[in-house]
């Protein structure tokens, strides 16, 4: 089983639609969650951290599941500038200080 | 403006080079990071370094060598060993640990000719 893993897609979806990506992650000692979105041929940015309660900046919400061992990200009223690839990124285990990241899932905003 | 600054942008080596590609951060980051991307593929940790003077393998660290002289420089060095080494070279900052997202300049494209 990868460490992360993720639905490659890709997603295709109209503007204004809602769309929801989920990751799942191996270890159940993974402390730190985060959404990267990643334009092609570009580096990652980070889009938001994932917390426990659950968080929402704007269009964006992402959740996290801790008894199944995953996050979703949710994306409403979606835009054409949201078309890029967003990256699952967590902690692999407290021993390294490094985060995993996933391989990614590709978002298609069409008109 | 603060931020992380890799150089070459794009970078072409020989059989059998060494290269050495460059990161500098002014955010007064202490943790510094090199990723590898190959195409549609996730990012895979190379080396990481939390503080100067130290440093650690990450998965793939094969072929690859790394310094930590200044805080705000970590060289990555490509060697002949490393027999694959074509990618986009990603490197990164944090405050240090996982508990701080990174910031990643805006990476070297390494190709051998």
């Known amino acids: 089983r990868k460490e992360v893993e993720q639905d490659p897609g890709p997603f295709n979806v109209p503007e204004g639609a809602t769309v929801a990506f989920n990751c799942t992650y191996s270890?159940?000692?993974?402390?730190?969650f985060f959404w990267y979105r990643q334009d092609c041929r570009k580096e990652p940015k980070l889009l938001m951290s994932?917390?426990?309660s659950g968080n929402e900046d704007g269009r964006f919400t992402a959740q996290l599941n801790r008894a199944s061992q995953y996050i979703s990200l949710l994306i409403r009223d979606s835009k054409l500038s949201d078309s890029a690839t967003y990256l699952c990124v967590v902690n692999k285990d407290t021993g390294r200080r490094a985060l995993t990241f996933g391989s990614g899932t590709r978002l298609q905003v069409q008109p | 403006d603060g931020g992380i600054t890799q150089s070459p942008k794009y970078l072409f080596r020989k059989e059998g080079q060494n290269v050495t590609l460059s990161c500098e951060q002014n955010l007064n980051h202490d943790a510094m990071y090199w990723y590898r991307q190959d195409p549609g593929q996730g990012l895979r940790l190379i080396y990481y370094?939390?503080?100067?003077?130290?440093?650690q393998k990450g998965d793939i660290a094969e072929g690859y060598s790394v310094s930590r002289e200044k805080k705000e420089s970590f060289p990555l060095t490509v060697t002949s060993a490393q027999k694959n080494p074509t990618a986009f070279y990603l490197c990164?900052?944090?405050?240090?640990?996982?508990?701080?997202?990174?910031?990643f300049g805006s990476g070297t494209r390494l190709t051998v000719v």
């Open positions: 370094s939390q503080i100067v003077n130290d440093f």
């Open positions: 994932v917390y426990s």
């Open positions: 990164a900052s944090n405050l240090g640990g996982q508990n701080y997202g990174y910031t």
């Open positions: 270890n159940s000692a993974s402390q730190s």
